[in-house]
């Protein structure tokens, strides 16, 4: 019956049709910038020319956060494969001091997205630790070990726990 049916391996294996060739993407091949040197010497390149440091101002004083364009700088260059993602991210404290460079020489006063994170965590960690401070009122409030401390040895030794029943089944544990 098999034999009948020459046809049946032809057919495209499900899901084929939403994959590329293995290195039809630009950052599936070797980058063109392999060293931390070579991709600050490109984006410096890129970045300080008349062209792109007027685009990058008005995007400053647009009101665009420095850590977002350095991001989107990164990505789109990782993506292009210019450069890997591990040498963008040691790049990427250089990429953001470029354009501040930029945003200083244009005298724009520009964020550059660093302070709101910072005050976001602390705050979390505010609001995290005064919600621990209140449990632990809670928990010494309602605590279980108050009752034990007032219960005399005698009883304390005979409230045993009633014997669990064992589960069973094809999974259960032993």
Do not use: W
Not at 11 to 39: C, D, I, M, R, W
Not at 55 to 70: C, F, N, P, Y
């Amino acid at each position: 019956m098999i034999e009948d049916q020459p046809y049946l391996f032809e057919n495209p294996v499900a899901g084929e049709s939403l994959t590329g060739e293995l290195g039809a993407k630009p950052y599936e091949n070797p980058p063109e910038l392999a060293s931390v040197e070579q991709a600050l010497e490109y984006y410096s390149a890129v970045l300080l020319n008349e062209k792109s440091m007027g685009q990058i101002a008005s995007r400053l004083e647009a009101g665009r956060k420095v850590t977002h364009m350095a991001e989107m700088i990164i990505t789109s260059t990782v993506a292009s494969g210019k450069h890997t993602l591990d040498v963008g991210v040691l790049v990427l404290p250089v990429v953001m001091e470029i354009l501040g460079l930029i945003g200083d020489m244009y005298k724009i006063d520009y964020d550059m997205g660093t302070d709101e994170d910072q005050e976001n965590a602390e705050d979390h960690l505010i609001t995290s630790a005064s919600n621990a401070i209140g449990k632990e009122d809670e928990i010494e409030e309602n605590s279980l070990f108050n009752d034990i401390e007032d219960m005399p040895e005698e009883e304390m030794l005979m409230e045993e726990e009633p014997p669990m029943e064992q589960p069973s089944g094809l999974m259960a544990r032993r």
